[in-house]
């Protein structure tokens, strides 16, 4: 049986891929299934959101409009779905996102390595995370993964883990033997949160390197191909 010595997590946004274009249709497609699934009209002030997975944020908009906790579980599978509507319909038109080189040949080594299992920590539902990366041209490569629809914040998100690996991997894995790699506070918070190493990169739309040293994750980079991150990951 395979056992792996490192779980590397990659967040997605900022991480893997940028936003083509203006990124204005993947901020709307919130409001738009907010609207669709619970019938809220919402003008989203996504800056007061940055840093929530999917789940958190929309459950956080709908009981301020009365929705109940179990009629919201009842319909968010019909908002993500009204969200990966709307990103398709704006993908006919152009691209959306593109992918980050350095960051996917960081990936391509470490595919390579068969000690090492790569994975997803990203705030997007499990259906718009996979399309992302389809579109974006990494369809497949990775998995495993940890999902915005599976939690109400990061930090609990990151907790699931250890479950997980252990059902995917049938090995049990130290907060040591697990990496998360991310662009933004959030994503060095939810590392520590369970005891893992961090990466933070500076390619994000919050790429300023002062908050994220702040954070003083484990190692701080422009670019996921630097020599120190591949030494730490052996590539």
Known sequence: ????KKLVLFDIDGTLIYHAGSGARGIARFSHAMQTAYGIAVTLDFAKYNGMIDRQ???????QHGVTREQFLE?????????????QEGAEKEPLYQLIDDA???????????????????????RIA?????????????????????????NALARLVFNKAQEEFHQALAP?????????????????????????VTTGYHGAREPLLAEKPDFLVDSLMEKSVRDFLGV
Not at 57 to 63: C, L, P, Q, S, T
Not at 75 to 87: I, N, Q, R, S, T
Not at 104 to 121: F, N, Q
Not at 130 to 154: M, N, P, T, V
């Open 176 to 200: 040591a033997d697990i990496v998360v790699i991310g662009d933004t506070v959030h994503d060095i918070r939810c590392g520590r949160a369970i005891g893992a190493m961090t990466i933070a």
């Open 57 to 63: 944020m929309a459950w956080d908009i709908a009981k």
């Open 130 to 154: 996979e399309w992302k990366l389809d579109h974006a041209g990494l369809a497949g490569i990775i998995s495993f993964g940890l999902y915005g629809d599976e939690a109400d914040d990061r």
């Open 75 to 87: 319909k968010f599978p019909a908002y993500a779905e009204a969200m990966l509507a709307f990103l």
């Open 104 to 126: 996917v040949a960081l990936v391509h080594r470490l595919k390579k390595r068969s000690d090492i299992a790569l994975g997803i920590i990203t705030g997007n539902v499990k």
């Open 1 to 4: 049986m395979q056992r792996y």
